[in-house]
Nanobody
Framework: QVQLVESGGGLVQAGGSLRLSCAAS????????IGWFRQAPGKEREFVAR????????DYADSVKGRFTISRDNAKNTVYLQMNSLKPEDTAVYYC???????????????WGQGTQVTVSS
């Protein structure tokens, strides 16, 4: 059973940056695909980024491409989401997830963190 804990959310002005962290309780974390998703009030949960633990780069939603970067620290068993040039429309609860498929569909991820709130003011 993988347990995921996100941190790093908060309130930031438009144009600012935040770095979200997702720490996993289980090793090897490397047997799972990692995804970041977000959900704004009244909206469906949407894909943000995904990463294979052994991969060299990530895959991003068009809405965040060029602004967000997913990375990992093997020693800390942690995945990060660096968010730059934040916009008010990025406001949402952000979740990291682990699953056995390299997918943009949240239904393919069986393990989820508790979520962390990101609020971007205009």
């Amino acid at each position: 059973q993988v347990q995921l804990v996100e941190s790093g959310g908060g309130l930031v002005q438009a144009g600012g940056s935040l770095r979200l962290s997702c720490a996993a309780s289980e090793r090897p974390f490397g047997s799972y695909y990692i995804g970041w998703f977000r959900q704004a009030p009244g909206k469906e949960r949407e894909f943000v980024a995904r990463f294979t633990w052994s991969g060299a780069s990530g895959d991003y939603a068009d809405s965040v491409k060029g602004r967000f970067t997913i990375s990992r620290d093997n020693a800390k068993n942690t995945v990060y989401l660096q968010m730059n040039s934040l916009k008010p429309e990025d406001t949402a609860v952000y979740y990291c997830a682990a699953g056995s498929r390299y997918s943009r569909d949240h239904a393919d991820y069986g393990y989820w963190g508790q979520g962390t709130q990101v609020t971007v003011s205009s």
